[in-house]
């Protein structure tokens, strides 16, 4: 491993899958060197675990490797909306800014609602929390700056009416804001706050125009860039903008009022229930001061009058009017490029990395070359999940979260990305991690540096996955790479050149695309090699206008890091119900024959043979094994079968005809049943005493003359280089991928 906190160097790129002919986009940022040298290579083994296969990787001499310029480039977090510049929002006089909030984090620093104030030229006005978390109302001339606080600290996670007025005729400023009863309220709600005082201000600055934002204010802009500040956590919803000076009950009115009663007066009047699916934000005042959702807040969240009756927003999305913000929010971290890599017409498929390298750190940006488009050059594809590596993207679950050490049975170790990660957390979370106000993490993107989708990392993922690829170079089989967001994209057609596909150790997140063209691919008589544990298991949503993004609703069942909140179990992309594929009546044992079982992560176990490995149909995959025992060695925990497993069960559409060739044994009391399938808290349902704790070794036959053959576990892969890649895991794996790839169909019994 490289020494932990070293690493001063990283990037990413435009896209995780090219094809010959594209042009990769390679974004980077130093943090200290002034220079880095980058080369293209491709990645052949990424473990450099002591024991391990052996880190691995080729130069392949590009027009694009050399010496440049370091430069750090920053990333800011935060989500907000933004709207463009109007003479409306210029020197105003008089106005009235209103809004529902449902605020997560109040007192911990100043966070804005609405407004135009701008740090940089110390004008305009804002709605805000102030830093003790009551509302308040800044406002500035380009001279002098007032800010007037009602003095009362708002409920976090509590729905408020919020407003405040300025009158610079009558040199007035009142704030108000009241608690809202909601259908579940059994305390009464305290009554309206309202501060009024006196202000000096005859108006709000010169400037001709000037740009709106909700849920953060500008702190710096330029021709270039605009960089927001004091970012909202929590619910904002029907933002208001109007030029009177309005009392209580008329704010209440503006509040609610349909667009056809609203006012020449009324500036803006922003409806968060139009375009949940997009960015889009829609003024139905009569100005059309319509804005654009930044850095993706969270979408399709319930408002304050959502009363129960209705789960799915497109059913009801009035009462999904809400946008839930957040402070680090992050979709694109915005670099520019450094340097453009056109992939050569005749570049082999594969993984390759442009890898970065300073005095004293280094980075790989890795990304898939697939064949060119509409072809193949061989009958195996390796089908990396890419959408697996985006849901744990920057996670910081392993080092992090409570009792990870307790079990993993040992002591952290924390390579120097997890000491990066540490350090800059404004590359973004991962779908395992909390935002700050403790809301889960639903959305996950590609296009920031992803400091675990590495090489030199931890044997999970991408990492993991090179071990498979490795061992194919070392066995001599020709293969293409494609990868999950291509079959998303393409669908069945994408895997109709291939007789044979093979997937990575954990492709756990999938679409409904994605199942649809692997099901279409088996059913038609293509071979499907498993060759890991928990897949097939969350429902994922890629995002259909915004490039490498996805979204997973975690509902009410399933292992998981967090769970949504009531009402919002619907993607907010597609509006398609979220959680376990298992609760859509699609199980991974009706595609691949088992089915997410345990987990643990001290230890690795071994398989036993059963009895069905001697049944002929099973003879190819046994031939020169003698053993009864498989795979007691590798390089995740001492054996094959660990970390994740599954187990094969008619009862999930396991296929009763499928052989169950062996099975895993002696699993610690760390591996745990799964909680999806338990009804109540019981004892039993460890390694050491539950049967049902335990991975499968599967092969079934399909019709059309196709096969599955699955190995329910993680660790699998990691048993392939031990003893130089000349072992039963090995040659049990060479044997099923020789056969799935000859045309000979095969039969069910």
Request: proline content about 6%.
């Amino acid at each position: 491993m490289s020494d932990p906190g070293r690493k001063d160097i990283v990037g990413y790129s435009n896209h995780l899958s090219v094809a010959p002919g594209d042009r990769l986009e390679v974004k980077v940022s130093t943090y200290g060197p002034q220079s880095y040298r980058a080369d293209i290579v491709r990645l052949v083994c990424g473990d450099d675990t002591p024991g391990g296969a052996g880190f691995a990787e080729e130069e392949i001499g590009s027009e694009v490797d050399g010496d440049y310029d370091g430069r750090h480039q920053p990333i800011h977090t935060g989500s907000s909306v933004y709207v463009p510049p109007s003479e409306h929002f210029a020197g105003l006089a008089v106005l009235t800014v209103v809004a529902t909030i449902w605020p997560t984090r109040p007192g911990s620093g100043e966070q804005a609602i609405l407004g135009t104030w701008s740090e940089q030229e110390r004008t305009g006005f804002a709605l805000l929390l102030d830093s003790s978390g009551a509302l308040a109302l800044r406002l500035g001339d380009g001279a002098a700056i007032e800010q007037h606080s009602s003095g009362t600290p708002l409920q976090a996670r509590r729905w408020h009416r919020v407003a405040a007025t300025f009158d610079a005729d009558r040199h007035v400023v009142r704030i108000q804001h009241r608690r809202l009863a909601t259908r579940a309220d059994l305390e009464k709600p305290a009554s309206r706050v309202e501060v009024e005082a006196t202000t000096a201000l005859a108006g709000l600055g010169p400037s001709a125009t000037r740009s709106l934002s909700m849920a953060a204010w500008t702190s710096e802009e330029d021709d270039d860039r605009r960089i927001s500040g004091a970012h909202f956590d929590g619910k904002i919803e029907n933002p208001r903008l109007t030029t009177e000076r309005l009392s209580a009950d008329e704010i209440d009115r503006l509040s609610s009022c349909e667009p056809e009663a609203f006012s020449q007066e009324v500036v803006g009047a922003w409806d968060f229930s139009h375009d949940i699916s997009g960015d889009e934000i829609r003024d139905r005042s009569r100005h059309g001061h319509h804005g654009t959702a930044l850095q993706l807040p969270t979408r399709a969240v319930t408002g304050s009058n959502w009363d129960g009756s209705e789960h799915d927003w497109r059913h009801a999305p009035e009462q999904y009017g809400a946008i839930h913000f957040h402070s680090d929010d992050l979709y694109d971290a915005e670099w520019e490029t450094d340097f453009t890599y056109q992939i050569p017409d005749a570049l082999r498929s594969g993984l390759y990395a442009a890898r970065l390298r300073t005095a004293t750190g280094e980075d790989h940006v890795p990304f898939f070359v697939r064949p060119p488009r509409g072809s193949s050059t061989a009958k195996l594809a390796f089908l990396a999940p890419t959408a697996t590596y985006m849901a744990y993207a920057n996670s910081r679950l392993h080092f992090q979260a409570p009792g990870m050490e307790i079990m993993n049975g040992r002591l952290t170790l924390v390579t120097d990305n997890a000491w990066f990660l540490l350090e800059h957390p404004e590359v973004g979370l991962s779908l395992y991690d909390h935002h700050a106000d403790g809301s889960g993490v639903c959305y996950s993107s590609r296009l920031r540096p992803i400091l675990d989708m590495r090489p030199r990392t931890r044997l999970w993922s991408l990492n993991s996955d090179t071990h498979i690829l490795a061992w194919l170079e070392t066995a001599g089989f020709a293969y293409d790479v494609i990868t999950d967001e291509d079959l998303h994209q393409e669908g069945p057609e994408l895997l109709e050149p291939y007789r044979v596909v093979m997937t990575g150790t954990h492709p756990e997140y999938y679409s409904a695309a994605m199942l649809d063209g692997l099901h279409s691919f088996v059913s038609s008589g293509g071979r499907l090699m498993y060759m890991g544990g928990n897949g097939f298991y969350w429902n994922t949503v890629f995002d259909p206008n915004r490039p490498g993004v996805i979204e997973v609703r975690r509902t009410e069942d399933g292992t998981r890091a967090w769970k949504a909140e009531p009402g919002e179990y619907h993607h907010s992309f597609t509006g398609e119900y979220g959680g376990l594929w298992l609760r859509k009546g699609r199980p991974p044992n009706l595609l691949v024959g088992i089915g997410f079982a345990a987990q643990g992560f001290d230890t690795s176990s071994h398989y036993r043979r059963r009895s069905e490995s001697h049944d002929p149909r099973a003879a190819f995959i046994f031939e020169g094994i003698e053993e009864d025992i498989i795979g007691d060695f590798g390089v995740i925990g001492d054996g094959a079968a660990g970390e994740e497993i599954d187990r094969f069960d008619t009862r999930l559409g396991s296929p009763p005809h499928a052989l169950v060739l062996a099975t895993s044994e002696d699993h610690s009391s760390t591996y745990m049943l799964t909680k999806e399938e338990l009804f109540s808290n019981i004892p039993g349902t460890s390694g050491l005493e539950s049967p049902l704790v335990r991975a499968d070794l599967v092969f079934f036959e399909t019709a059309g003359g196709g096969a599955v053959f699955s190995t329910g576990s993680i660790a699998w892969s990691a048993s392939l280089p031990h003893n130089d890649w000349d072992n039963n895991v090995a040659t049990l794996s060479g044997n099923v991928l020789r056969r799935f790839l000859d045309p000979t169909p095969f039969e069910i019994p």
